[in-house]
């Protein structure tokens, strides 16, 4: 998507560790304009499927989430990161690598929100290692709901979790795709 890829460009910041820094932007101040076209090209790119839920994980995936729960007139439901050992009640749980703070939490979701016949899209804002969205697959397959397929901002496409999540067979669409990053020079390339 050349727009988001024009804003990566420009206010992308590349970090030592692999890490893209698109705060200004996407996942700390958050330009809703590109979010509604980001939500425009998601619903082009899943014509056909039947979804009938969105499924994300909190914080960053939360606001792209919600435009396109907006284009395709859906609810959202987000996974909450949790760090308590004894999760009590009706929720479904799974673990996560984090690839940003380098530790382990629990996602959760409650039963209420997630079950049989639902029909899910994953979003997150960032594809690195694929930790995030296997946590987000197991829940979706705990539920019993069926996975219809991720669609991810930017994915990091020298990194393994793109190739694992489509050798899966799983319906994968990342707007943008970077294949490297040169922390020095701050140049951004992009698989076209
Ligand atoms: P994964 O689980 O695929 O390894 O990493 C995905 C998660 O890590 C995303 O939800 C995102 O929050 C975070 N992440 C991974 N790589 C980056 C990056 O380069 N920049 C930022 N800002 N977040 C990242």
Known sequence: MQLLKD???????????????????????????????????FKKRFAGEEINKILTIEASGIGIACLVAEELQVP?????????????????????????????????????FLGEGDKVLLI???????????????LVEAS?????????????GFQVGGEILRSKGIHLESLAIVDGMDEKTGEIMFRE
């Open 7 to 41: 804003k990566i460009r420009k206010y992308g910041k590349v970090k030592e560790g692999n890490v893209l820094k698109v705060d200004s932007f996407l996942n700390h101040q958050m330009d809703v304009s590109l979010f509604r076209e980001m939500g425009k090209e």
């Open 76 to 112: 959202v439901v987000f996974a909450k990161k949790t760090q308590t050992k004894n999760i009590a009640g009706d929720v479904y749980t799974s673990k996560v690598e984090s690839y940003t703070h380098g530790r382990v939490y629990d996602i959760i979701v409650s039963k209420e």
């Open 124 to 138: 997150d804002d960032f594809l690195a290692n694929g930790k995030a969205l296997e946590g987000l697959c197991a």
């Open 144 to 156: 019993g709901a069926e996975l219809v397929g991720a669609g991810i901002a930017i994915e990091k």
